[in-house]
């Protein structure tokens, strides 16, 4: 039986989507199912597409619409019609728009040149950015278009899947996307806290983009009130990111115990020696530092946004966003309850062991991929 053909498409990604894009390729390429990624170029020499087995294709799509995306759409439509997928995958509604662009105009080559009909097109929903005023009328924009042209949506969480169906999704469901599994920590707790300055205080771990979504001046603001307790906890946070000057302007000007860590490479390290995780983002779907908090039993404080609640359901202490006087009691709670933190990392292990993995994940696109195939799924207009 004739493999199907899968070329996934991506604007440009320094975290989890690209991940996710990589973990698909390996799954594709172990099954013996060909695949390219179309991306820009930075993305293959981040992530490695290629020395992973797929054909990558050059399409630069930007983090936002531009007129730069004409010469997206005319590259990916030149992708398309080399490659000729069964299904084309986008990946975040940036890569959507220049995905049904380009599928629309490879169907006008393909009557024109006598061409087998245009592949199907799924899309994942990863997130949805947090925007205001004209941005926000934008933003929907693109949803809009997202929704409506694919003929498969996928929402990384319940919330997704209810917003697309909401924009005009005529097909959606949950598609789950996994964390990586960490490599065991190479270090001892002792001496990362000791490097961090938390010998003898309580360490408290943020991971993340420095990024508005984030919400960090509501978790500096908490840190304003748990450098009451004695002895006061460290934070630190790993991740870089456009806000990175500000926060750090924040921290020097509240005289706050914060270290901004930047990009880590360590995170298992990290999440060893901390005694808690702290998430005060004001919208998330499926977080990977909450996946990765719970799967190595540290306790997680977090915010009930997005798909964050079904996520870690009563696996953590979940505090409202925007907060930070309940953000800052429930670490305190943590960090003062050792019966309470036992718990959490209890139930964050059981929790953890429930979700699909990485090969779970691959496994449910391939089947989805063959039925599209072999004409199973809706009928592709």
């Known amino acids: 039986m004739t493999a199907p053909r899968v070329l996934l498409v991506l604007a440009g990604s320094t975290g989890g989507i690209g991940r996710h894009v990589l973990s698909v390729v390996e799954g594709l390429v172990a099954a013996g199912i060909p695949v390219a990624v179309a991306g820009p170029e930075q993305g293959d020499l981040d992530f490695g597409f290629s020395r992973a087995g797929a054909v990558f294709h050059v399409v630069e799509i ?3 619409p531009s007129p730069r995306d004409v010469a997206a759409v005319r590259a990916l439509t030149g992708a398309i019609t080399s490659w000729r997928p069964t299904v084309v995958h986008a990946h975040g509604l940036r890569a959507a728009g220049v995905a049904i662009a380009a599928r629309a105009a490879t169907r006008a080559r393909g009557r024109t040149a006598g061409a087998r009909p245009r592949p199907g097109l799924v899309v994942t929903w990863h997130n949805v950015p947090v925007v205001a005023g004209a941005r926000r009328a934008l ?9 409506r042209g694919a003929d498969l949506t996928l929402g990384a969480s319940e919330d997704l899947v209810a917003r697309a169906r909401r924009f005009g ?18 270090r001892e707790p002792a001496e990362v806290r000791a490097e961090l300055g938390a010998t003898d205080r309580p360490l408290l771990l943020a ?14 603001a908490a840190a304003r009130r748990w450098a009451e307790e004695d002895p006061a906890p460290v934070l630190v946070i790993a991740g870089d990111g456009p806000l990175a000057d500000d926060l750090a302007a924040q921290i020097a000007r509240d005289r706050l115990d914060v270290r901004l860590l930047g990009a880590r490479s360590d995170v298992a390290d990290l999440l060893g020696a901390a005694d808690a995780v702290v998430l005060s ?33 009563d696996a953590a202490l979940l505090v409202p966003p925007g907060d930070p006087a309940a953000l800052a009691g429930a670490v305190r709670r943590v960090l003062t309850e050792p019966g309470l933190a036992a718990e959490l990392a209890a139930a964050g292990r059981r929790r953890s062991a429930a979700w699909p993995d990485e090969t779970a994940v691959q496994s449910e696109l391939i089947t989805l991929y063959r039925e599209w195939r072999d004409g199973a799924l809706p009928p592709i207009p």
């Open 281 to 313: 983002s004001t919208w998330e779907a499926r977080a990977l530092v909450a996946q990765e908090a719970l799967r190595a039993g540290v306790p997680l404080v977090a915010t009930a946004v997005g798909g964050v609640p079904g996520l870690v359901g």
């Open 62 to 64: 930007g983090g936002a």
């Open 169 to 186: 999704a005529r097909h959606a469901r949950l598609g789950p996307v996994a964390a990586p599994p960490l490599p065991p920590p190479a």
């Open 139 to 147: 933003q929907h924009g693109l949803e809009t278009v997202a929704a």
């Open 207 to 220: 991971v993340g983009r420095l990024a508005p979504q984030k919400d960090y001046p509501t978790m500096l």
